[in-house]
């Protein structure tokens, strides 16, 4: 439940803030072993960086994002969980910490797309929802790796971070 801004908890209060943001951004995944055709166990990794943000609170306006999870995933399909944080470059120097499941779905056009659902846990924000959708074969080169034995290992892109 959103708590309109003017009822929100000042920062610092246990740690929530209230949040109706969106930010767009860039990020790099690795995958080990790499993605293919054929589902199969994937250890993942990601780094980048999410801004310029819009919505509330107005101080959260980018920061970087690193993620890790594993699960059954392919080039087109699949699922894993895993944790993430948030390193806001605000006033506060602040941080948001979630849990996720994540999800691999092809979509029209071709093209596949990692979706992460979670749970803000601890920092900022907690108790909100953080959805991050992130393309993983952006470029045809990146798509031909899907076909070979040792499949996509990196994958560089644009990132939506939600968190409501």
Same mark, same amino acid.
């Given at each position: 439940? !959103?708590?309109?801004?003017?009822? =929100? =908890?000042?920062a610092g209060a246990a740690g929530t803030r209230?949040?109706?943001?969106?930010?767009?951004?860039?990020? &790099?995944?690795?995958?080990?072993?790499?993605?293919?055709?054929?589902?199969?166990?994937? =250890? !993942?990794?990601?780094?980048?960086?999410?801004?310029?943000?819009? /919505?509330?609170?107005?101080?959260?306006?980018? /920061? &970087?994002?690193h993620f890790t999870g594993n699960g059954q995933?392919?080039?087109?399909?699949?699922?894993?969980?895993?944790?993430?944080?948030?390193?806001?470059?605000?006033?506060?120097?602040?941080?948001?910490? %979630?849990? %996720?499941?994540?999800?691999?779905?092809?979509?029209?056009?071709?093209? #596949?797309?990692?979706?992460?659902?979670?749970?803000?846990? *601890?920092?900022? %924000?907690?108790? #909100?929802?953080? +959805?991050?959708?992130?393309?993983l074969a952006p470029a045809p080169a990146q798509? !031909?790796?899907?076909?070979?034995?040792?499949?996509?290992?990196?994958? *560089?892109?644009?990132?939506?971070?939600? +968190?409501?």
């Amino acid at each position: 439940m !959103l708590i309109p801004a003017a009822q =929100a =908890a000042p920062a610092g209060a246990a740690g929530t803030r209230t949040a109706l943001l969106e930010c767009p951004g860039y990020e &790099t995944t690795t995958y080990n072993p790499g993605l293919t055709l054929t589902t199969r166990q994937v =250890a !993942l990794s990601a780094d980048g960086a999410v801004g310029p943000c819009v /919505g509330l609170p107005l101080d959260h306006t980018n /920061g &970087t994002i690193h993620f890790t999870g594993n699960g059954q995933l392919s080039c087109i399909a699949g699922n894993s969980s895993g944790s993430g944080r948030i390193n806001w470059q605000n006033d506060q120097a602040s941080t948001t910490t %979630f849990d %996720f499941t994540a999800g691999v779905g092809l979509r029209p056009g071709g093209v #596949s797309v990692l979706v992460l659902t979670g749970t803000v846990k *601890s920092g900022d %924000f907690q108790g #909100s929802t953080v +959805i991050i959708e992130i393309v993983l074969a952006p470029a045809p080169a990146q798509t !031909l790796q899907c076909l070979t034995a040792n499949g996509l290992d990196t994958s *560089s892109g644009a990132v939506d971070l939600q +968190i409501t």
